[in-house]
């Protein structure tokens, strides 16, 4: 399986607040969007939630603009997490009727008749598989939705929900970059004192499964590229120093070292900055290229410790 980036849409829309759209937060948008076009991207992945919804707006206003970009790129958004409903802050829900209700809002936000993947968002503890598979199978015999993935769920709940399913779970999202490595640690700390939480076994389903490993917060922020850590210091430095040794930028030395994981994860590039996206295109090189020794010294720089 073969690893691209994907573009993040969390950032477009402008405010994370119930202000309207603006001309201004779509060019913004527009910016984004082409740029990740030129550094060769052609997943962009949005959610119901993003900017209470005006994440999708904006790329359906850049979409509009330029109707030839929607057969150019492909698109998943997600559902699941319910925003300032009901007298709570937050909650999820994964029901039958909750799933056809917001991807018909996305789709007329996005203005697009179908979404070629929807991501179930966070893991719902009412979830009911059957409901789930109802309603996907509403949605694709409709048109509207091409193929099912999740985000932020564990081998097991992927295992339990596709029980219920006709067609093969696509993708899991999750959050995974060089700071946030528990997802390696997971693997090499196995019956170790000091075992992080991430769920064992998750990286080895997607694999067997053909399920496709995407990395939220891929770049960890900026820590090692520009926003400064003194606590990373040791780990920006060589970071710096292989982008400078191999010609490239220091966010595709980040990004090419989780592409080079054979899992091949695909990092979520999140930034709405057209340059940083610019300086994310050769992470698919990086990977090619960078050597085994190479990703050990990364890893190894930026546990802070040895490996057992």
């Excluded at 201004?24 to 992945?45: H, K, N, Q, S």
């Excluded at 959610?47 to 970009?69: C, Q, T």
């Excluded at 319910?82 to 937050?90: H, P, Q, V, Y």
């Excluded at 399913?165 to 528990?182: A, C, G, H, I, T």
Aim: with cysteine; proline share 5%; charged share 20%.
């Amino acid at each position: 399986m073969s690893a691209e980036l994907v573009y993040g849409c969390m950032g477009l829309g402008g405010a994370w607040s119930a202000e309207p759209l603006t001309t201004e937060d779509v060019d913004v948008a527009e910016r984004a969007v082409f740029a990740a076009l030129d550094a060769g991207i052609t997943w962009f992945d949005q959610a119901d939630i993003y900017r209470h919804g005006k994440s999708e707006a904006a790329l359906g206003a850049v979409l509009a603009r330029h109707p030839g970009v929607r057969e150019r790129i492909r698109i998943q958004t997600k559902c699941g997490i319910r925003l300032g409903e009901n007298g709570l802050d937050a909650y999820y829900d994964l029901s039958r009727g909750s799933i056809l209700e917001r991807v018909r809002g996305s789709l007329d936000r996005l203005g697009t008749d179908f979404v070629d993947v929807l991501l179930l968002h966070r893991p719902d503890p009412l979830l009911e598989p059957d409901e789930v598979a109802a309603a996907f199978a509403e949605l694709r015999a409709e048109g509207r939705v091409g193929a099912l993935g999740v985000s932020n769920m564990s081998a097991a709940q992927m295992a339990y929900l596709q029980r219920s399913l006709d067609e093969p779970l696509v993708v899991n999202q999750l959050e995974m970059s060089l700071r946030k490595r528990d997802w390696v640690d997971a693997g090499v700390l196995v019956n170790h004192p000091g075992h992080d939480r991430f769920p064992e076994g998750t990286l080895e389903y997607c694999r067997a499964n053909a399920v496709r490993l995407q990395a939220w917060g891929a770049l960890a922020r900026g820590v090692y590229t520009g926003a400064g850590s003194r606590t990373e210091a040791s780990t920006t430095a060589l970071v710096a120093e292989l982008a400078s040794a191999k010609g490239t930028t220091p966010e595709a030395i980040v990004l090419g070292w989780l592409m080079r994981h054979p899992a091949g994860i695909e990092p979520v590039v999140g930034t709405t900055s057209p340059d940083r996206v610019l300086a994310c295109a050769d992470a698919p090189a990086q990977a090619a290229a960078m050597s085994g020794v190479e990703w050990y010294s990364l890893y190894l720089s930026a546990r802070g410790a040895p490996l057992p």
